[in-house]
């Protein structure tokens, strides 16, 4: 922090140190926030809800991920948990006694990222001219294909050990403290959860570091125009196809680290975790979390992890009230996530929290851009007319 | 040749089923640009009504074609209704929403008809009584039974009905135009909301005797069911071409084809490396094939596409 310079420059811009002691106050506050937040859930929630924490934070990475194709590139990805699956098999396969290899995770997790983003390359590379709805099908067909093999790659060679997974994948552990274990530091008990949970948050809020420089860089901009109008932006003479295929190689390496550290946390990997459900899942995390917007993917991660666990009370408050459970509480907070997915759409469909400046046109093509009332003193984005009844331009 | 001949006809009727399915992701497609991710739900919910009318009004004494008549009508109307009142209250007042939208809360409302589904009819695989005696022809050195001709011969006549439905009458007219352009079709005197309503109706008709063919097929209904049929079905749409109504009937048939032809083979092809069990493998491999070479499908026009 830069509290001693700060100082000196107080003439001519009286306010700035002032600002900067506010940030520097906030910033303070987050971290200790985050610092105690695993023992107040401890201590408030139950050790469960430590976990869900963590459960959230790597969801948190996905959702990133994910933003990058569809939010920053506007590319349509129902089939991202495959990559998810691809980093979390690379780091279950090789640390753990399946083959009887133990390689570090400080090897794992980049080589995770690496494979990841191959095999993004290599979905994006065929489906590199198909538009909207195409490629949305055809990443999830892509998605299916993944689990379907390590589903049955157990035979005629055993490599993925078929619907069993594979167990008693290490834990992490770095330069002599390994996060699977329990730790007192300073009279404090640190427990595995604990530890996952400070490593998550430092590596969420990198990957939040890294989505906010990307989408302020070039690279972002170009992105945007692209998913704003991709033969404009191929006219101003941006490399679309390169491009596009970054934006499934970089997005994909996200969910490859996701999935290694997954593997670590759970110790346990199987295709049960990798279906399409679980797509959907990060996709509605993105979408109703506001896509495009960093921060706000991050806050619709967490939300839906939490709320369906939250919902867990319907079973026991059924009982306080009728004497008797009278719907399976599993289902009825199905039920109610599926609601709150049609009401938020209903009410709020630029999410939660979207895109400050981005307004309708963030989350759409540019048919859906020129549909919507235009703000006043701003020109509609796109002039392309609607040749069809629905949002379908970018078909 | 006899094993050729059994997969073609088993594919025959996969294919039937789900060509029924796709005209209803296809025409919403065509009219809304909305992948109606719910649709293959209504399929589920289509078998899981028909097997409780069918037991209901097998045990009130009915004879067996009465009972099913009734549990096939019974069906339609509940699949009907609710694809009307989906329309009508998710993706209506999202006419003019960001394009992703829609498809997140097609997604809740696929979520909510599933687990209304298990809460009442619980998450059991449910079994068909035994009623249905079906009599088993050989043709070519393949065994035929009847169930497998009527379901083909009905899947025919069913979608030849909406061709003619769309081709010739007024209705098909007003669904053409809303098709073309919504707003210009409303300039025309033609009431869009009603168009629309009214594909949702058929599209959700054909999906519940979609359901019930399922049902009498296989002998099973499970609350999930709706699922993995929905996403072959659109994959069917798709390899047909997406909007186009031929289209989804040829990609139905071709995908139960290609299906059925490569479980039967793949374990001999590859001398049991590749079981059946890559079944789903390969109809998502043939979609993602042909959407290379021709990203429209086999029967869409390029129209949609720029550039």
Redesign the interface.
């Known amino acids: 922090m830069r509290l001693l310079s700060a100082g000196g420059r107080g003439v001519s811009s009286w306010s700035q140190p002032a600002a900067r002691r506010m940030r520097f106050a906030r910033t303070v506050l987050v971290v200790l926030g985050l610092a105690l937040l695993p023992f107040v859930l401890d201590a408030l929630a139950g050790r469960a809800w430590v976990r869900i924490a963590d459960v959230a934070l790597i969801y948190a990475m996905l959702a990133i991920g994910l933003n990058l194709v569809?939010g920053f590139a506007g590319l349509?990805d129902l089939g991202y948990v495959a990559f998810f699956a691809v980093g979390a098999y690379a780091y279950g396969l090789l640390a753990s006694p399946h083959f009887g290899v133990h390689v570090s995770f400080l090897v794992l997790l980049p080589l995770g990222a690496i494979a990841a983003a191959l095999f993004g390359v290599l979905l994006g590379s065929?489906?590199l001219?198909?538009?909207?709805?195409?490629l949305?099908?055809?990443t999830?067909?892509?998605g299916?294909?993944i689990r379907?093999?390590l589903?049955?790659l157990n035979q005629?060679v055993n490599i993925t050990n078929g619907p069993q997974g594979v167990t008693l994948i290490d834990p992490l552990s770095l330069a002599g403290f390994s996060f699977g274990k329990s730790h007192t530091v300073l009279g404090v008990t640190v427990a595995p959860v604990h530890a996952y949970f400070y490593l998550l948050v430092a590596l969420v809020a990198l990957s939040i570091l890294v989505a906010r420089r990307l989408q302020l860089s070039r690279i972002g901009r170009a992105w945007a125009a692209i998913r704003e109008d991709?033969?404009a932006a191929?006219a101003m003479g941006i490399d679309t196809r390169n491009l596009k295929l970054l934006a499934f190689g970089l997005g994909a390496s996200f969910g490859g680290v996701a999935g290694g550290l997954f593997a670590a946390v759970q110790g346990f990997v199987s295709p049960e975790s990798f279906t399409?459900q679980e797509s959907?899942m990060i996709?509605?995390m993105v979408?109703?979390g506001g896509?495009g917007h960093v921060a706000g993917v991050v806050l619709g991660a967490i939300v839906l992890t939490a709320l369906p666990e939250a919902l867990r009370v319907v079973g026991p408050l059924q009982k306080a009230a009728f004497g008797h459970v009278w719907?399976?509480p599993a289902?009825?907070r199905?039920?109610l996530?599926?609601?709150?997915?049609?009401v938020?759409?209903?009410w709020r469909?630029?999410g939660m929290w979207p895109s400050p400046g981005l307004r309708?046109s963030?989350?759409?093509?540019p048919a859906?851009a020129a549909?919507?009332v235009p703000l006043p003193g701003e020109a509609p984005q796109s002039l392309a007319p609607?040749?069809?009844?629905?949002?379908?331009g970018?078909? | 040749m006899d094993i050729f001949i059994q997969q073609l006809v088993n594919g025959l009727v996969l294919g039937s089923i789900y060509a029924l399915v796709a005209l209803g992701y296809t025409m919403v497609y065509g009219i809304l640009g909305l992948i109606n991710f719910a649709h293959g739900d209504l399929v589920m919910v289509g078998a899981l009504s028909g097997l409780a009318l069918l037991k209901g009004a097998l045990g009130a004494g009915l004879p067996l074609p009465i009972a099913l008549g009734l549990a096939a009508l019974g069906a339609v109307c509940l699949c009907g209704a609710l694809g009307v009142l989906m329309e009508r209250i998710a993706y209506r007042p999202l006419r003019r929403a960001p394009k992703l939208a829609p498809l997140i809360t097609a997604i809740g409302v696929s979520i909510l008809i599933e687990y209304g589904a298990a809460m009442i009819w619980s998450k059991q695989y449910l079994a068909l009584p035994p009623v249905i005696q079906s009599t088993t022809w050989q043709v070519a050195g393949a065994a035929v039974t009847d169930l497998q001709v009527s379901i083909v011969l009905l899947a025919l006549v069913l979608m030849a009905g909406l061709l003619w439905l769309i081709r010739a009458t007024p209705l098909g007219v007003a669904m053409r135009a809303t098709e073309q352009n919504a707003e210009v079709a409303g300039l025309m005197g033609i009431d869009t909301h009603r168009v629309i309503a009214i594909t949702f109706l058929i599209g959700s008709a054909l999906a519940a005797l979609a359901g019930i063919m399922v049902l009498l097929y296989y002998g099973v209904a499970h609350y999930f069911m709706g699922f993995m049929l929905g996403l072959k079905a659109f994959t069917a749409a798709v390899l047909g071409g997406i909007g186009s109504v031929p289209g989804a009937m040829l990609g139905g048939l071709l995908l139960g084809l290609i299906e059925s032809l490569a479980s039967g083979y793949v374990g001999d092809l590859t001398g049991g490396v590749f079981g059946s069990n890559y079944r789903d493998v390969f109809a998502f491999i043939v979609l993602i094939v042909v959407l290379v070479l021709r990203p429209v499908g086999l029967l869409g026009t390029a129209s949609g596409e720029r550039a």
Do not use: H, Q
Not at chain 1, 129 to 134: A, F, I, S
Not at chain 1, 386 to 392: C, F, I, K, L, T
């Open positions: 569809v349509l065929p489906t001219k198909l538009r909207g709805d195409y949305a099908i055809v999830l067909g892509f299916e294909i379907i093999f589903n049955n005629p991709e033969t191929r399409l959907i996709l509605c979408v109703l896509m719907i399976d289902d009825l199905m039920m996530f599926g609601l709150a997915l049609v938020m759409m209903r469909p630029a309708s963030a989350a759409s093509g859906a549909a919507a609607r040749a069809r009844g629905g949002p379908d970018a078909a």
